[in-house]
């Protein structure tokens, strides 16, 4: 069976998600429809995709339609998604949305309750989560190998980001188009590992050098400090300004450590678990604490859209469970949310946020930009 998809969104990752379901590359999923609303997206997709997947000028026009398609995929700018899915489920459709959910955690609540008053699948393109090297870390988390955590420390400057691309929609980086910067676009694929491997926080205080390297009054880096209500201790470090590539991600528990540098997981197992070992040791530090160490290569595959695709499919065809399922997209958020308001009133916050106080904050933000 074939689950007809309609597509909103024809931006560059639209554009892709597009020629992945027309070229074949998903089974299960057929594009049926595509919402061109400029004239040169339209052309696009009359000179690209195949005539059975039906162009139409708006959304509204779309949803009017709505025996010509079984799911909405959502590509478009970060505020319009919380409309369109509510649409899209009020319709009785199920939705995918890249990412994030939206821009306030309140209205990504909003579009979670509204799978599930429709009782149809939401799925947010979180794809890092197929990641060898994160799946990895969450078998040996899961398995308590490494105790109890105490600590986590995640830098990730991955995601280096010019000026050309900056200026490259008119929405992009502004609190008012965009709802902020590198935290609400970049971040959320890697708060997302954060919150998967790790849960959401009680508390966040944050350090936003807002505009550091680029003249504008979002983010280009982050620095959030988090508080766990069982004592665990983390610090996230995001940047969109550093010219070299880093993902680190350190995690120490009582048992072990995980050491993430790039593609390679160095493991270390303590002989026993630090604490008990500190209440009896004879010596006065780590001389009688025995260590084994491990480390193993992950290849840099290619980004796993198609396996996200064929997930959702089996998920609505009632044969697979959700990867990465629409509850995710409130937890980003609510990180994000908590992140921003406590680097604006430089005070810690604890979650979760109260939506209606981060988007007052936000519409001042708004405001200063104009």
Known sequence: MLIRVALIGTGGMGRKYAQMLTNGEVKKLSLSAVVCRKEEAAKWAEET???????????????EEPDQYDAVLIVTPHKTHPALAIKAFSLGKHVFCDKPAGVSAGDARGMYE????????YAMMFHQRLYGKYRRI???LESGQLGKV????????RYYRTEFYHKSGSWRSSWSGEGGG????????ILDIWQWLFGLPESIYANIPFGKYNDFLVDDEATI??????GMTGVFMLSTGEAEWEERLEIVGTKGKILMEDDTITVSVFGEDIVEYGKHAQVTSRENLTFTRTKEAFP?????YVEMFENFADAVLGTGKLI???????????????TYLSAWKNEVIKLPVDPAEYEKALEQHIVMEQ
Not at 182 to 189: C, D, F, M, V
């Open 225 to 230: 400090h988090m508080t766990y209500s069982e």
């Open 49 to 63: 995709l195949p005539a059975s997947a039906k162009i139409y000028p708006s959304s509204d026009a779309l949803f």
């Open 114 to 121: 509204a799978s599930l008053k429709a009782d149809k699948k």
């Open 182 to 189: 590198t935290l609400i676009n970049q971040g959320q694929h």
């Open 300 to 304: 840099q595959d290619s980004e796993p």
């Open 324 to 338: 990465a399922p629409g509850q995710a997209g409130i937890g980003t958020l609510e990180i994000t949310n908590a």
């Open 138 to 140: 969450k078998e040996i």
């Open 150 to 157: 105490c600590r986590v420390m995640m830098v990730n400057t």
